[in-house]
Structures are given as C-alpha cells and as structure tokens.
C-alpha cells in the first residue's frame, strides 16, 4: 500500500509543483503522464504476474534457486520490453505530429528525452521490486518507495524555484522524476544484494525459458486492459487541446491526479487480497470470502479517507483554487469508492483465472467514458466536468456488473 500511494504522491506532487506555472504546463503534465502509464501498463501486470510466481515458491525453500534464476533472466526482458513499448510509443507520437500540431503535443515531444529513460527504469525496478514482494520484504521496499519519494519532492522543488536548470517546467519535474527513479532502483538493488541474493545458482535453462513465457503471457490480457484505460485517458486529454482551452485539460490533470491518490491505498491492498483469496480457493474456504472481501473494502476506505482529509486541508490552505479543487476531489471522492470496490472485485475475478471478464469489463468502462464525453461535450457543449458524472455511471455500471460475476464464482462453497 505504501508502494503505491508513494507512485500515486510522485505523480501528484509534480501536478501539484506546475499549478503555479502556466496553464498550458499543468495540461500538458496530463497528457504526459496518461502517455507514459500506456507505456507501463504492461510492466505492472508483467510485474503482477512474476511477483505471484515468486509468492507461491517462496513457501518451498527448495525453490529458492529456481525464483533466482527466473528473476536473473527476467530482468533483460523486463528491460526490452519497456524500450520496445517506449519506442512504439514514440513511433505512434511522432507519425500523430504530423497530422496534429497542438501546444501541449510538442510539449509531449520535448519530453520524449527524458520519459523514454523513466520507462526504461522503471521497467528494470520492477524487476527486483515483483522478486522482493514476493519473496516477503515487504517492510524493506516500503521503506526505499518512501526514501525514493522524499528525494522527488526535494528534486521537484529544487528545479523548480531554487536552481534554473533552464528546462521547460514538465522536463524539469522529468528529471527529477528519473533521478528518482534511478535512486528507487539502486536502493532495490542494494537490498537485493543484502539479503543474499546476489549468489548464482544454476538452474535449467529450459524450465526457466518455459516459466518466463507463461508469465509473460499470462500479464497480456491485464496489461492490455490497463492500457485501455490510460490510453483512453490520453485520447481525451488530445481531444481536449484541440476544441477546448487550456485551462479545462488542466483541471482534468487535476482530477485524474486527485483519483490515482485516493485509489492507490487498494490497489495496494489488492495484493493481500490476491493472496487471501488465493488462500480460500486453494483450501475450499470460499465461505469466508464475503467476509474478507468486505474487510478489505473497510481498510481502503479508511485509508483513503486520510489521504483526502489531509489533501482536502491542503487545498482549503490555497495551494490552487481551492474551491474549485475542493469540488473536484469531492466528486472524485465519490469516484474513488467505487473504483476501490470495482478493484477487489477485479481481483476477485482474477484469481478465479477468469482474464476474459477482467479485459472485456476494462475494455467496456474505458470506451464508455471516452464515447460518453465526446457526446456530452458534442451535442450538449458541455465542458470538462461532464467527464465526472460519465465515469461515474461507468464505475457504477462496472461495480453492478462486477457484483454479480463476483456471487456466481464465490457464492456456492464447492467452487
């Protein structure tokens, strides 16, 4: 949970530094963002998919050589793909140039020389990080996503009001997003090699070839999912520089910002429900399911519920617009509760290895959104805050639809 409230705070506080830039900058921290999720939305569910490997040999000291040598392989992959899918990302921007020339795009373009390296980063973190959660050191990567946290914000603030680094406001929050980064993955590494893992152990180069494909295909459809999503997002945020001023993507970047922060304490959490639920199939408990899962759903709220307090004392402060950001994060609010009861249930459905439903519901909830809002902000002129009450209806349809496959799987105790 920490992990993923510190990724969440990186991203916020670098919206957060350019509300007192120009607009066009704080739009433009949008697009950049949504782009360079599309870019990790793989490298998440390829680390999903390697961490829940390494979680089920870790009971099995035995096995110890095998999660090494899987790892020591895995990591030239997990480093491929995220230059290859950086690549095709900036392949696909540079064709899109040509056709659409807007301010916030070659704001995008500019950035490209300091996103591709964040991805190729972040790709080789997860790595180690998908190694160490699942071999149980857990306190430890909490503890470097905090440290990694601090140096960003005290980059972020130094580049921006203390030393003229002579970079465009969103390359300089880049750089200091990849300097972080950097230092997450050296403090990974060094934990790595402290706990002993360092040592070379041989293993058949068959069986982990063998094991790193399933794992690779089994993150396909969660990771094509999630770019959906994120891509829809980047959809809208082009949409927007094109019929719309400045000022309405930046409130989107706001909004978007608000929702990763409230959201990121369950998807956190959903790793321990991963595990649980894992538990109660495996052992024919799915009469405590119910029980858990509500549990589960109690502990996000309450989380998230102390991340917008403390937010919402920020915000009251002045820190930008407060009002009006203060009615935004109300309404995301909302957003974020059932976001974080679609996201347990999502993970429910998962571990009953049903990917299909998972995809096909992403995949539903993201062209609902997109093609909601295109029509409202169409035939209706409405502006940005139409977007809020389609994705709500989308979360709300997703949660009805999600409940009801979630009873069928659970409910009868044989399953």
Request: proline residues 2%; charged residues 10%.
């Amino acid at each position: 949970m920490v992990c993923e409230l510190t990724d969440a705070m990186m991203l916020f506080s670098g919206v957060m530094f350019l509300t007192l830039e120009d607009e066009v900058y704080l739009a433009a921290i949008g697009l950049i963002d949504a782009f360079l999720l599309c870019c990790l939305a793989y490298g998440f569910a390829l680390s999903d998919a390697f961490r829940n490997f390494y979680a089920r040999k870790r009971a099995d000291s035995r096995d110890l050589g095998l999660s090494m040598a899987v790892h020591r392989k895995s990591r030239r992959g997990f480093l491929l793909s995220g230059i290859t899918l950086s690549g095709i990302g900036a392949a696909v921007l540079f064709a899109f140039h040509f056709w659409y020339n807007a301010e916030i795009i070659l704001i995008l373009l500019a950035a490209l020389p300091f996103l591709l390296p964040v991805v190729a980063v972040y790709y080789i973190g997860l790595s180690f990080h998908s190694f160490l959660i699942g071999r149980g050191h857990l306190t430890r990567v909490g503890w470097v996503a905090v440290l990694a946290f601090l140096v960003h914000l005290i980059l972020l603030y130094i580049f921006l009001n203390v030393v003229d680094t002579g970079l465009i406001p969103t390359n300089a929050v880049l750089l200091a997003s990849l300097l972080a980064e950097s230092f997450w993955l050296a403090l990974l590494w060094a934990a790595y090699r402290a706990f002993g893992y360092g040592n070379t152990i041989e293993t058949s180069s068959f069986s982990t070839k063998r094991i790193r494909n399933v794992l690779r295909r089994a993150a396909y459809l969660p990771g094509l999912s999630l770019f959906s999503f994120h891509f829809a997002c980047a959809l809208i945020f082009v949409y927007l520089s094109w019929c719309c001023a400045h000022a309405e993507a930046a409130l989107l970047t706001l909004a978007m910002s608000y929702y990763a922060l409230l959201i990121a304490p369950v998807n956190g959490i959903s790793d321990a429900a991963a595990n649980g639920f894992s538990f109660m199939y495996a052992g024919r408990r799915t009469r405590l399911f119910f029980r858990f899962r509500k549990n589960l759903f109690a502990v996000s709220i309450a989380a998230a519920a102390m991340v917008f307090v403390l937010f919402a004392v920020i915000q009251y402060t002045g820190v930008h617009d407060g009002p009006q950001s203060l009615k935004i994060m109300a309404f995301t609010g909302v957003l974020a509760v059932f976001g974080m009861r679609n996201k347990i249930d999502f993970t429910a459905v998962l571990v009953r290895l049903h990917i299909g439903t998972f995809f096909r519901v992403q995949l539903l909830y993201a062209l609902t959104v997109v093609v909601g809002f295109v029509l409202l902000r169409d035939f209706f002129a409405m502006k940005i805050t139409a977007l809020l009450p389609v994705v709500l209806f989308a979360q709300v349809a997703v949660s009805i639809a999600l409940r009801q496959r979630v009873r069928i799987l659970w409910f009868a105790p044989s399953n």
